[in-house]
């Protein structure tokens, strides 16, 4: 499997939407047929439009914040001695995370298609988060489907979604956590598609979605790339770009303004949940390797039983804790130009109280997974190697989870 220097990720997928004519596709039933493929019609005309793109790159300035800052953790360095450290904090973003860029986008895209509904996932509840922002500032009615197990534990998150005027719906089917979620939202859309533009929380689901979303979280390595040039002149000649991987939106718009470098000179790390250390619960299919099945109308690497059935995730971080994970990451790992690892719930845990003893910095346990890995690293390397850590959310909602866990002492930090 081979990834094309001169032609976006997102569109290298062959004409029936599979990448590396493997991953993704549309799985999807029939009446969904013509709503997607009218997205896919205006989505292609949105992204060369001018005055779309001016659109957008007015609300990621002026409404969203960017760009986000790209700080040395000196601290963390200097107590760690091996490679520097640094970190894109996506967290300072509108709302505290990096989802609020595919909110936006997904939002400016149902006006122009004149839809007046719009519904979503959500898991650790930005996604969620993100769109009731999103939909207020657009004038949008929202309704966010949410596993029962997410909206006990991320409290703030939830009541952030009320406050913005969304219907949080819950969702007590299977495990009744993210995977449900998008299930759930997913079965809503068939039957309301004609008034309903519906959001899809990461780079998963049928081809389009994957692509809207990757799109739009790019935008993270669009800054990075000119603030790294801004700092050091030029691409490090020893990069490595560290991410937590769950659908994946994040750590694809981490990477992908780097695609074309050389993996010996920029390589991708992508640290998915490794669950608790002595469960053998996980969600981190392409660690694990698990097997390719169909998931969300896409095929992807996920976890399955020997029926084939999607089986059951276990993550102290709601934002990782999915079965499956996005087509691009099935396509960057066969295509050996990603590595991928995991972390388990006592790593991040470990690394977010490290981080938070040498850093002004709060990054929630989604990020906290990939500070585990370059924590774990970063000791073996030189002072040239040039490690960033995409910090993509806060751990504001995460506060009882921490609390909890770590005491009171982490709460107050918050
Ligand atoms: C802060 C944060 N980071 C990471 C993730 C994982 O999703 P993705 O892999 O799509 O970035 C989530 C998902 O909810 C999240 O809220």
């Known amino acids: 499997m081979k990834i094309k220097k001169n032609m976006p990720l997102i569109d290298q997928h062959n004409k029936s939407g599979f990448w590396g004519g493997k991953f993704g596709g549309n799985f999807i039933p029939e009446t969904l047929k013509k709503p997607v493929e009218d997205l896919e019609i205006l989505f292609s005309k949105l992204r060369n439009n001018k005055s779309f793109i001016f659109e957008r790159d007015n609300y990621f300035k002026n409404w969203v914040g960017s760009p986000t800052r790209f700080i040395k953790l000196e601290n963390l360095t200097n107590h760690l001695r091996g490679a520097q450290i640094w970190s894109k904090v996506v967290s300072d973003a509108n709302g505290g995370a990096h989802k609020i860029y595919n909110a936006t986008v997904h939002c400016l895209i149902a006006k122009r298609a004149g839809k007046k509904y719009i519904v979503g996932d959500t898991g650790a509840g930005y996604a969620g988060k993100m769109l009731s922002m999103a939909a207020k500032k657009f004038g949008l009615k929202c309704k966010i489907f949410m596993g029962a197990k997410d909206i006990k534990r991320q409290g703030p998150n939830v009541r952030a979604m009320k406050k913005n005027l969304a219907e949080v719906v819950p969702v007590y089917t299977g495990s009744q956590t993210l995977v449900d979620a998008v299930s ?30 990757g799109w739009s979280t790019s935008q993270i390595s669009r800054e990075l790339c000119i603030q ?9 000649k020893k990069l490595k770009l560290i991410n937590c991987v769950g659908g994946g939106s994040s750590s694809f718009g981490f990477w992908n303004e780097f695609m074309h470098y050389d993996k010996k000179k920029v390589e991708f790390i992508g640290v998915e949940a490794g669950g608790p250390k002595k469960s053998k619960r996980h969600a981190a299919p392409l660690t694990y390797g698990s097997k390719i099945g169909v998931l969300h109308g896409a095929m992807q690497y996920v976890n399955q039983d020997k029926m084939g059935q999607i089986e059951e995730t276990k993550s102290i971080s709601a934002g990782l804790d999915y079965p499956g994970v996005s087509p691009l990451h099935c396509f960057l790992k066969d295509a050996k130009r990603a590595r991928y690892t995991a972390a388990t719930d006592e790593d991040a845990l470990k690394a977010y109280q490290l981080v938070t003893k040498y850093e002004n910095l709060n990054p929630s346990l989604e990020p906290s997974h990939a500070f585990a890995e370059a924590i774990k690293i970063a000791p073996k390397l030189s002072n040239d190697t040039i490690i960033i850590v995409n910090s993509c959310g806060d751990a504001k909602k995460d506060r009882d989870i921490l609390r909890k866990k770590l005491g009171k002492k982490y709460e107050n930090s918050n």
Do not use: L
């Open 228 to 236: 790294i040039k801004e700092e050091f002149g030029k691409i490090p």
């Open 184 to 213: 759930e939202c997913m079965r809503y859309w068939v039957s309301n598609c004609d008034t309903t533009h519906m959001c899809v929380g990461s780079t998963v689901g049928p081809n389009i979605f994957v692509k809207i979303c």
